[in-house]
């Protein structure tokens, strides 16, 4: 397998993690100095990323992650995904583009981008 098809492997892996609600492979595949950057948040460390991630899985079942389509070139993955959330009778639903950047296997760098309009819908205004 070719370092596209192996870094598309890991992303895969990743947001499976997320649809599964594995906290352990999401913390296994993110390197220790991992970065994200959000819509609407900007600069977000590893450790407050995950921990929304956490918050998220633990209170939301089922959930439903889809991969639409994926573009790797070289250690960088696009994803286009759509996600459900079901929090008892609400349901969040959103559609995102996620940058990931890999390398030595794990996510070094983060971006996302998704329909902030919908977030504030469902989770009110956010925050820095």
Known sequence: MDSA????AIVRRFLGAV????IDVIEELQAPDCTWWVLGRGEVSRKS???DVRGMLLAA???KVEIIGMVAEGDTVAAEIRSEFHFGDRVYANEYHDLFVIRAGQIVHGREYFDTGKVAAFFGPMEG
């Open 5 to 8: 098809e192996t870094n598309k």
């Open 19 to 22: 649809a599964a609600g594995n």
């Open 49 to 51: 990323y995950t921990d």
């Open 61 to 63: 079942d089922p959930r």
